[in-house]
T-cell receptor, first 113, second 115 residues
Framework: DQQVKQNSPSLSVQEGRISILNCDYT??????FLWYKKYPAEGPTFLIS?????DKNEDGRFTVFLNKSAKHLSLHIVPSQPGDSAVYFCAASLLGAGDKIIFGKGTRLHILP | GAVVSQHPSWVICKSGTSVKIECRSLDFQATTMFWYRQFPKQSLMLMATSNEGSKATYEQGVEKDKFLINHASLTLSTLTVTSAHPEDSSFYICSARATENYGYTFGSGTRLTVV
């Protein structure tokens, strides 16, 4: 039972354009959401997070949007750069419930020159 | 920022032997650390939650006698893969949470190959 779903295994975007990565979740009790970037053979790197009390959080080129009624969040990267090519994991957490975070399967982003 | 050091970054071992992986929080104390496993093109699967000074909490389907976790101090957790078999070959990653608003910091991972 996948509680965090990233339905697009890969995405290709032209350099300079906007990259939009989507994520859906099933557990309405999740109250904290995170995005991670991962290169091959390396650990994930924290990108940005959002609490369930907000619907948007922005940090430089990265913006995360949360739609609680739809149980959907998205990560926008604008403008996309070649170094953004990586696998992006969406994750959700239940604060106070052991701090466990549940990951989606990831979306591989290719930034095209 | 918070740094988690994981060692070794890769290891090759023979079937039947045991391998220990270390996870250290370098500039913060972590009462809780997490161990993940990633198969190729798969998500990060939580194996267990390591609690300082107490027993680890294992996820369903993870053999606690095979994957021994020790969290003896606030900066060190170890995962020992006992009697390793080829199917244990995987990428193991640890993580810790520095502060409530910081997010989880991950180690660089350990590539285990059992031959």
């Amino acid at each position: 039972d996948q509680q965090v779903k990233q339905n697009s295994p890969s995405l290709s975007v032209q350099e300079g354009r906007i990259s939009i990565l989507n994520c859906d979740y099933t557990n309405s009790m999740f109250d904290y959401f995170l995005w991670y970037k991962k290169y091959p053979a390396e650990g994930p790197t924290f990108l940005i997070s959002i609490s369930s009390i907000k619907d948007k959080n922005e940090d430089g080129r990265f913006t995360v949007f949360l739609n609680k009624s739809a149980k959907h969040l998205s990560l926008h990267i604008v403008p996309s750069q070649p170094g953004d090519s990586a696998v992006y994991f969406c994750a959700a957490s239940l604060l106070g419930a052991g701090d466990k975070i549940i990951f989606g399967k990831g979306t591989r982003l290719h930034i095209l020159p | 920022g918070a740094v988690v050091s994981q060692h070794p970054s890769w290891v090759i071992c023979k079937s039947g032997t045991s391998v220990k992986i270390e996870c250290r929080s370098l500039d913060f104390q972590a009462t809780t650390m997490f161990w993940y496993r990633q198969f190729p093109k798969q998500s990060l699967m939580l194996m267990a939650t390591s609690n300082e000074g107490s027993k680890a909490t294992y996820e369903q389907g993870v053999e606690k006698d095979k994957f021994l976790i020790n969290h003896a101090s606030l900066t060190l957790s170890t995962l020992t893969v006992t009697s390793a078999h080829p199917e244990d070959s995987s990428f193991y990653i640890c993580s810790a949470r520095a502060t409530e608003n910081y997010g989880y910091t991950f180690g660089s991972g350990t590539r285990l190959t059992v031959v």
